[in-house]
């Protein structure tokens, strides 16, 4: 089974896209992501300088601009990836690339949301001199404990040994890496992913109620928890939440493992995701996709491990799937089949070894059948009732 994973900010480097413009179409279709955000990505990606791109509201739309030129090229009929892909996730900015990919938004959708969120974090990281700090290596909860003990937030725990802390850059300066830990600062203009974040999360909430989305048609892995989502409109309420919040990459690769991924293709920037793989998911199959020299080993990993989703989207029928691996806990109402349920209506829990999590039946509908039982083993984006809708999705 194969994943497709897009990476965050800090990813990009001086002319990492000028290898993709031999391509075809890739110029052209740039050019037209650079008029819908308004920002020079072709420049961006070509001749600026590390400091030009480093600045967070061109440094968003650069990279998942570049992400959906490169998909394309990777697939270049688009439907045909739905066919191989058996899961998508990124990584910060990432994940919204990824939801195009899913089919969750549009190009256009995407490029206005990442300016807009690219333009409120850099507007909310000029209120105080904050930034971000990886620490590589140590033990995992004596990182978190001392980086805690100074206010520090743990932004991203991406596993393999690294955890990303944020905050003022006065506690970053007092922070001491436990034993066997090192702190290197990272270049970017704010504390990304905590509560110095708050009022872009603001901003992009009114943004994302005026979205229109389409529920994904592949596994959707969320960088909040590694829980598989299929509800468009829960998707971007976490592409508004997660710039607050603290990103868990550690989980996400978790779920790939319990998906039973055997291959992974980054797009680029590629390279930082691809990395932590290596680490992490030992006996998977990793691909960094850098430059179009790149694409004939890309699609050679898709022809060995391409696997078509379990996840459909039909007029007919929907379904509600599993968010992560557990035991499924039906709800003390018992929905038989006929019976019409309500949307978000609560139809059990799944329990896991860290939590239990509550499903609903986000758009409702008529139960067709149930697909698992009460106390029954389920993995990540595993069916579990099957629905026919009462009107049309939106």
Known sequence: ???????????????????????????ERIEWLSLVSGVDLLTHGTTSDADTIRNTAIAQPLIVGAGLVTLLSLFPHPS??????????????????????????????????????????ASASAVAATGMAAVLGGDQEEVISAATAVGLTPANINGAGQIVVAGTLAQIESFVAPAGARVRALEVAGAFHTEHMASASSTLGRIGNAMSTHDPRIRLISNADGQVVHDGRAVVRRLVSQVSQPVRWDFCMETMLDLGITAMIEIPPAGTLTNLAKRAMPGVDTLALKTPDDLPAA?????????KSTIETSPTWRLVISPAKGIFIASDVTFAE??????????????????QIPIYAAHGGVVIEWLVHDGDPVSPGAPLLRLHPTEQPT
């Open 299 to 307: 699609w050679k990993m898709i022809e060995r491990h391409g696997m």
């Open 1 to 27: 089974m194969l994943v497709v994973v897009a990476p965050g900010q800090g990813a990009q480097s001086p002319g990492f896209l000028a290898p993709w413009l031999d391509v075809p179409g890739v110029a």
């Open 338 to 355: 006929g019976d019409s349920l309500q949307p978000h209506a609560h139809i059990g829990s799944i329990k896991t070894s860290r939590e």
């Open 80 to 121: 045909a990836a739905f066919a191989s892909i058996g899961a998508g996730a990124g990584h910060s900015v990432g994940e919204i690339t990824a939801a195009v990919g899913a089919g969750v938004l549009t190009a256009e959708q995407a490029m206005i949301f990442v300016r807009e969120r690219g333009n409120a974090m």
